[in-house]
């Protein structure tokens, strides 16, 4: 079992370097420039800065068909960690979306009409243009996986998908009245829903109540599960960096709270031990636990076991005494 000195745990809290946070940029811009050589125009940032969802563009294509470039996941929540680092691009479209309504309502109520747009078949013609300009993409069951070159410096993951609208809440049948997330039609024919605009707003919201100790805890525990997978402990394999974020997430404000006389240091081995037992003493429970997106359950996802998640808990909480 290793010890964690003060520094280290600062190191492991630390957000990925600025050279990484330039790759980001180099990468979109690359991207975005291939797609307006190939007959895309682009629409300015919907999202500003300061709201925490940065890292995104709006294009049409040749038919004028809308759609919004997103990056997500732990490098747009900011919480990822060098190994890691990996970006995660949705490409949304919005023209063309599906909807869910309440019972006795159907999309003539809003006046929607139905598209002959099929997201697998832009899937596989931005595949075709990103091969046709020098990309090494390989077509992937959810997304198209890029890898890292000289020329787009970053390897990074495309997931062309539908814009989602939940319009079940809606009672005045207002077309702009939904809760909005992403629909993924993978190529063996199943489909995912995903919030990834809610789960960066969120995150964002939590780091802020958490006077910006949340990310640095995501990133510090993060860091130590590689530690254990390292140290060939398996069960650390077995349970994913989205998952353990999840957990976090769902960890009360009040368990990163500060004492007073800690230095800096000492403040995050102590907030992230924190973290650490409320899970494991609530690890029973977890089953109740949800996404950073606070609308799907962690285990809605078969893929997820939460005995596993409750074995790693125990080992994460042993290993990091």
């Known amino acids: 079992m290793p010890y964690y000195e003060f520094e280290k745990i600062n190191r492991y809290s630390k957000y990925i370097s600025d050279t990484e946070d330039k790759l980001c940029y180099r990468t979109l811009e690359k991207l975005r420039n291939i797609f307006l050589n190939n007959g895309f125009t682009i629409s300015n940032h919907v999202y500003s800065d300061t709201d925490g969802l940065k890292y995104n563009f709006r294009m049409k294509d040749l038919s004028g068909n809308d759609f919004l470039f997103l990056v997500q996941g732990s490098f747009a929540n900011g919480t990822c960690i060098r190994q890691e680092s990996d970006l995660d691009i949705a490409i949304i479209s919005e023209g063309t979306f599906r909807g869910e309504y309440r019972p006795g309502k159907t999309a003539a109520d809003y006046g929607f009409v139905n598209s002959s747009f099929n997201i ?14 020098g990309f090494n993409a390989k077509n992937g069951n959810k997304c198209i996986n890029v890898d890292f070159n000289e020329y787009n410096k970053k390897s990074f993951d495309l997931v062309p998908c539908l814009r989602y609208r939940d319009y079940s809440k809606d009672y005045n049948n207002d077309p702009n009245n939904y809760q909005y997330g992403t629909l993924i039609r993978t190529n063996d024919g199943n489909e995912r829903i995903n919030y990834p605009e809610q789960s960066i707003l969120n995150s964002t919201a939590k780091n802020n109540r958490t006077d910006y100790y949340y990310k640095k805890v995501v990133r510090v525990l993060k860091n130590i599960k590689k530690d254990m997978e390292d140290d060939g402990i398996q069960i650390a394999k077995d349970i994913s960096s989205f998952e353990l974020e999840c957990l976090i997430y769902n960890v009360p404000d009040n368990y990163f709270s ?22 494991l003493a609530f690890r ?27 074995q790693f808990i125990l080992a994460l909480f042993n290993y990091y005494k």
């Open 284 to 310: 029973e429970v977890i089953m109740n636990f949800r996404e950073t997106n606070e609308i799907l359950s962690i285990y809605l996802d078969s893929s997820k076991d939460s005995y596993k998640t409750k």
């Open 120 to 133: 697998l078949d832009f899937k596989n013609r931005v595949l075709a243009t990103l091969r046709s300009n």
């Open 258 to 279: 500060k004492i007073s006389y800690l230095d800096q240091a000492k403040q995050l081995k102590h907030i992230s031990k924190n973290v650490v037992q409320y899970l």
